[in-house]
Structures are given as C-alpha cells and as structure tokens.
C-alpha cells in the first residue's frame, strides 16, 4: 500500500506563485505514475496534470499549461506542482494520487484512473 500527503498550499495574490509537493511512503515501486486534481465545493474533481514513470510522460490540463510545472525527485519519492502565474480561477483543494497500472492514456483525466489519493492541500489564490 502507498500513502501519498500532499503539501505546500496556501494563500497567493493572483501572478504569484506556489510549489506543491506530494510525498509519497509504502510501497512506492508499485506504482505507475502520480497526478494531480482539484476540486472546489460543490464540483467535480478535475484532472490538472499527471506524469507518468514509464514511458516517461507528462501531460497538462488545457487551463494550467504553460504556468504549472510537474518534476520527480527519485531520493525522496515526492513530485513537485510548480504553480507560477496563479489566477483566483486556480483556487481549489489540490489533491494528488498514483495512476492506476494499464490506465489508457486517453483515460488519465479521470479520477477512476486513479488510487491511494491524499487528503488534499488548500490553495486560495487572491485578486
């Protein structure tokens, strides 16, 4: 079993900037890739982005591309959301969560393709 813990939300005027970090404990070599989603009340959970380890594959959602930016560091089982230009639209609870092994890639923005999810950081983002 893998537990993720996402970190690293907070407060932010729009333009600025903030970097999430999903840590992960267990086991770790079980896993397939790692993405991230948001949710604010009363929606759904949308997909934001996801990277997957083998192949190595990174994919964003149309509203975060170009601003937000996904890396590994292998040593420490954590992947980074790089959250720059930050607009109050980008206000949610970021949760992050391991693909599921044999997901379609066509499949990665839904939240079935998905398990092991963490308990969500908060990011609220001011005009």
């Known amino acids: 079993q893998v537990q993720l813990a996402e970190s690293g939300g907070g407060l932010v005027q729009a333009g600025g900037s903030l970097r999430l970090s999903c840590a992960a404990s267990g086991r770790t070599f079980s896993t397939y890739g790692r993405g991230w989603f948001r949710q604010t009340p009363g929606k759904e959970r949308d997909f934001v982005a996801v990277m997957s380890w083998s192949p190595a594959r990174i994919i964003y959602a149309d509203s975060v591309k170009g601003r937000f930016t996904l890396s590994r560091d292998n040593a420490k089982n954590t992947v980074y959301l790089q959250m720059n230009s930050l607009k109050p639209e980008d206000t949610a609870v970021y949760y992050c969560?391991?693909?599921?092994?044999?997901?379609?890639?066509?499949?990665?923005?839904?939240?079935?393709?998905?398990?092991?999810w963490g308990l969500g950081t908060q990011v609220t983002v001011s005009s």
């Open positions: 969560a391991d693909l599921r092994r044999g997901v379609p890639w066509g499949s990665i923005g839904t939240t079935s393709s998905y398990a092991n």
